[in-house]
Every structure is written in C-alpha cells, then in structure tokens.
C-alpha cells in the first residue's frame, strides 16, 4: 500500500476531525476530573468559589462538545453497537497506515553536510 496513492486520503480530514474532537472531549474532561479533586482539597473561599466556577464551565463545555460530536455522527454514547463499528473502523484505519511504507528505505543522513551553501550556483566559495 503506497501512503501517496489518493484512495488513501478518502474520508481522512473526517477522521482527523473525530480524532482531534475525542481528544479534546478527554482533555476537558481531565480538566474537570482535576479541578474537582482541586475543590475537594482546598479551604480558601474564594479559591472554592473560583473553582466551583470553573468546574461548572468544564462541566458545560464537556457538554458542548459531546452534543457536537453527537451531531456530527463522531461519537455514539447511547448507541454502542454504532460506536463499535466506529471504533473498529478506526482501529482498521490504524493498522492500515501502520503497513504503508511511511519512509524510505535509506534513512541515513550520512553525506548531507558536505555541501557547500552556493554549491547549486555551481560554485564551492564556502
């Protein structure tokens, strides 16, 4: 499988897009996990009451982005038989890219720096 042939590219801006969503959607939630724990574990007012705040704005962007990827088909919370197929799609995606030849097959870098700057005006002042 040639990683430059377009049949490769069907649907991977799509992908890319669920991927950096679901990303998103476990960070904001990390974030509320911690800022949680942070509330349970402070004594200042005012700290409590800026956490509660955020806490309750991580609670409602997690939210937010659940309901878009919903509504985009990229996440199926209430339906796990769709988001089966859609994680195995996934994971069929993954193994495919992991069997193209991503590089080439002389990596060595051995000989690149004993050029000179102007070496391609044809002369050798450097």
Not at 45 to 72: C, N, S, W, Y
Request: charged share 25%; glycine share 4%; hydrophobic share 35%.
């Amino acid at each position: 499988m040639d990683y430059v042939d377009p049949k490769n590219s069907l649907n991977m801006p799509e992908m890319a897009d669920m991927t950096f969503a679901m990303d998103f959607l476990i960070r904001v939630k990390e974030g509320v996990r911690n800022t949680a724990i942070a509330l349970t574990e402070t004594v200042s007012p005012d700290a409590r009451t800026l956490l509660r705040t955020q806490l309750h704005q991580g609670i409602a962007f997690h939210q937010e982005i659940t309901d878009l990827m919903v509504r985009k088909k990229w996440f199926h919370p209430y339906d796990l038989q769709k988001q089966y197929q859609l994680d195995q799609l996934s994971a069929n995606k993954t193994v495919d890219i992991s069997k193209m030849k991503l590089f080439p097959d002389d990596t060595t870098r051995k000989g690149m720096f004993d050029r000179t700057p102007d070496e391609h005006m044809g002369g050798n002042q450097a």
